[in-house]
């Protein structure tokens, strides 16, 4: 049994908490994957990687309407895939032998499956062949432990459902060695709107299947009819299907079920993709074991300091988090760090306005409440909202989809969400996410600093002008910078 100041479970966000403050620690790390977690090897990196190529694709079919026309896209998938994954494998290598190197003599990593058998007791057990064929497992304590492990691809209990050379989740799909002819995805979330877009793109023959009765079930209503009117345009799907049955041949899987009205439904394609969600790996732990608490939807459970239920014992990132994020675990990694160096002195994640990103066709991007939120809470919100075709760069790209819509308090002025779809959302949603941060009003960021004509980022700004004003009695920031965003606005 090894005895360590420290250990730490996964190595995504968690492995960069070892580092100055921390060398004077003996560190264990426990990893039964790969290096670097979810966003660097099967999350964030990859599917981005293969959504820009996707992306240039889509730009390139509507180039027609700008009198641009170009032939049919050869895709290379094979050299797509070896272009992003020779990079990734490389970063995860490289990770990992540092970690295992001379430059963190007190780090000490165990590559294996760790679970807890005890209070603060973990075992790891390594897999069978290689060089680990004969180690037996480790038994290792700590004083203190951080849980970073992560979730896992969510496969239902279907009959006939099981994973396979034809059967994937998003960990795998992307490694697969040709491009599908024709591809079922069963979900209709995030994951499975980015793989539609990708492999649509590509040529793909894709069908999206979803028990539920939107897609982006979770977002804004005008963004989720948004996003479905564009997505029908582009692919085919099926909303309330209950699946009843997988077979999967040499050749391809079937779908068996039923409609929402209880008619025979089916449906064959040449691979699957399930992407229904992401759940923690809590129950893979054993953190029950350990006293640590979970949440009912299986979490590890936290308080704002990522403190679980047992002293010494803190959790982050996907493991505990609602908020399946990188740039989420990233922040909640940092918040840990600082607890555990200074223990007398804790400070809080800060959670009140997360934003995330959808990188389908169109772009998705939020921040803070949805319309239905405030709804069904009561409270009274204004509404903003300008197309990307009414500014002079919406013109230009001949932009029928997007859109940015603003909530804000109506007394205040202050904005309570944002909601962008269309060409960079993701980008183009950060001075709203800056302006609910700070504390800043809508009209303020509208009318106190300069927006570049023409350019795209005029389409927050125009949103944010049809806001009311705010009934607090507060005068707007004024000056040669609201002139230029008025005139902007008018589309001068």
Not at 365 to 384: N, R, S
Request: charged share 20%; with cysteine.
């Amino acid at each position: 049994m090894t005895h360590h100041d420290l250990v730490i479970v996964g190595t995504g966000s968690g492995n960069t908490i070892p580092g100055p403050g921390f060398e004077d620690w003996s560190i264990g790390i426990v990893e039964a994957g790969l290096f670097g977690g979810t966003c660097l090897n099967v999350g964030c990196i990859p599917t981005k990687s293969f959504v820009y190529p996707a992306d240039v694709i889509a730009q390139a079919v509507r180039a027609e309407a700008l009198g641009v026309r170009f032939g049919a896209p050869v895709v290379d998938w094979v050299a797509i895939r070896d272009r992003i994954f020779a990079r990734l494998d490389a970063i995860e290598a490289a990770g990992r032998a540092y970690r295992e190197g001379p430059e963190n003599p007190n780090v000490s990593v165990y590559a294996g499956r760790g679970r807890f058998v005890g209070p603060k007791t973990m075992t790891v057990t390594y897999p069978a062949g290689g060089d680990s064929d004969s180690m037996e497992p480790d038994t290792i304590t700590a004083d203190r432990w951080v849980l970073a492990a992560g979730g896992h691809a969510v496969v239902p209990p279907v009959p006939g459902l099981r994973l396979g050379p034809r059967v994937h989740t998003s960990d795998t799909i992307m490694r697969i060695e040709e491009l599908p002819e024709s591809l079922l995805i069963l979900g209709g979330g995030y994951i499975a709107c980015e793989f539609a877009h990708v492999f649509s793109a590509f040529g793909t023959e894709v069908t999206q299947v979803t028990h539920g009765d939107r897609l982006l079930r979770r977002h804004d209503r005008d963004v989720r009819a948004a996003v479905a009117t564009a997505a029908a345009a582009r692919r085919e799907l099926h909303f309330d299907i209950e699946i009843d049955e997988v077979t999967a041949d040499d050749s391809g899987v079937d779908l068996r079920g039923r409609t929402g009205d209880g008619l025979p439904w089916s449906a064959r394609a040449a691979y699957l993709l399930v992407a229904v969600g992401r759940a923690a790996n809590s129950a893979e732990l054993n953190v029950a074991a350990t006293g640590v608490d979970v949440t009912p939807d299986g979490r590890v459970a936290v308080d704002e300091y990522q403190r679980t239920t047992v002293p010494g014992i803190w959790a982050l990132g996907d493991l505990s988090s609602r908020y399946a994020l990188k740039h989420v675990a990233n922040h909640e990694a940092r918040v840990v760090a600082h607890n555990l160096a200074h223990p007398d002195d804790p400070i809080a994640s800060d959670h009140r306005y997360v934003p995330s990103a959808v990188f389908t066709d169109p772009q998705v991007a939020c921040c803070g409440a949805t319309e239905d939120d405030l709804i069904e809470a009561g409270t009274p919100y204004a509404v903003g909202r300008r197309d990307y075709g009414g500014t002079a760069y919406g013109w230009a790209r001949e932009d029928t989809e997007g859109f940015v819509k603003v909530l804000a308090d109506p007394v205040t002025g202050l904005l309570l969400g944002a909601h962008v779809v269309g060409p960079e959302a993701a980008t183009v949603i950060q001075p709203l996410v800056q302006a609910m941060s700070f504390g800043q009003r809508a009209h303020d960021v509208a009318r106190g600093q300069y927006w570049i004509h023409p350019a795209m980022a005029e389409v927050v700004e125009n949103a944010l002008l049809a806001l009311p004003e705010p009934t607090d009695g507060s005068t707007p920031t004024t000056g040669a910078a609201a002139q230029s965003g008025e005139a902007a606005a008018a589309g001068t």
